[in-house]
């Protein structure tokens, strides 16, 4: 039985509709979730309808306020208001000041998602480069990898999923080879979401995603594929 305490912990930063569905179906899987929102009556809004979920009034770029909210012990930081630099700003404090594993940030200019990259943000996701790595994953029709579910300037979400990684079964996360600037950002398995730790053992079936900055999709199959 998962305690409160073994609850992998999301606090996210943003209260409209992508923030508001991210942190439903978080609580929905068993996730602890804090979502910061600066208008306090749509806090308030969202308190009610997703009753689990912790909703605090406040900006989450500045560092003050985001000191009260438990980063700390935070193992993803999402920023998905709708500004890209308030998004930049939060992610920069998650990972400098509060030393908070990963950072994933809603990128709404494609142009920015560079800037993100070279500012340190683990996962910078643009909606318009989303939607152009699914219709180029579709019209690919690649059997061994999945889909490339994030494609922007040198960065993609690769989907590999098993019997391709059969030969990774029984191995920790950490032995895993991956290309230079690559990461595994999330693994599936059964359905759900589980957080990469390094030691986290690979099991029959399971799906990992990879972030690639490079986006040598190619290189990333090869290197999982065994």
Do not use: W
């Amino acid at each position: 039985m998962t305690t409160a305490q073994d609850r992998p912990y999301v606090l996210i930063i943003g209260g409209g509709k992508v923030g508001f569905y991210l942190a439903r179906h978080l609580t929905e899987r068993d996730y602890e979730v804090t979502l910061v929102e600066k208008d306090p009556e749509r806090a308030e809004r969202i308190e009610q309808l997703l009753g689990s979920v912790i909703v605090m009034v406040g900006d989450g770029d500045e560092m003050e306020f985001l000191g009260k909210t438990g980063i700390e012990r935070a193992g993803v930081v999402v920023a998905c208001t709708g500004d890209d630099e308030d998004n930049l700003i939060a992610c920069q404090l998650a990972k400098g000041k509060f030393h908070v594993p990963r950072t994933i940030a809603r990128v709404n200019n494609p142009v920015n998602v560079r800037v993100f990259q070279a500012l340190g943000v683990d996962a910078p996701i643009s909606a318009t480069e989303l939607l152009m790595g699914l219709i180029e994953a579709e019209l690919g029709g690649s059997e061994m990898v999945k889909g490339v579910a994030v494609k922007s300037s040198g960065a993609a979400l690769v989907d590999v999923a098993l019997p391709n990684l059969s030969g990774l079964a029984g191995q920790r996360l950490e032995k895993v080879k991956l290309p230079e600037g690559a990461l595994v950002v999330c693994i599936v398995r059964d359905g759900r979401a589980v957080p990469p730790q390094p030691d986290e053992v690979i099991q029959e079936q399971d799906e990992l995603i990879v972030y690639s900055r490079r986006l040598d999709v190619e290189d990333v199959r090869r290197s999982l594929t065994v």
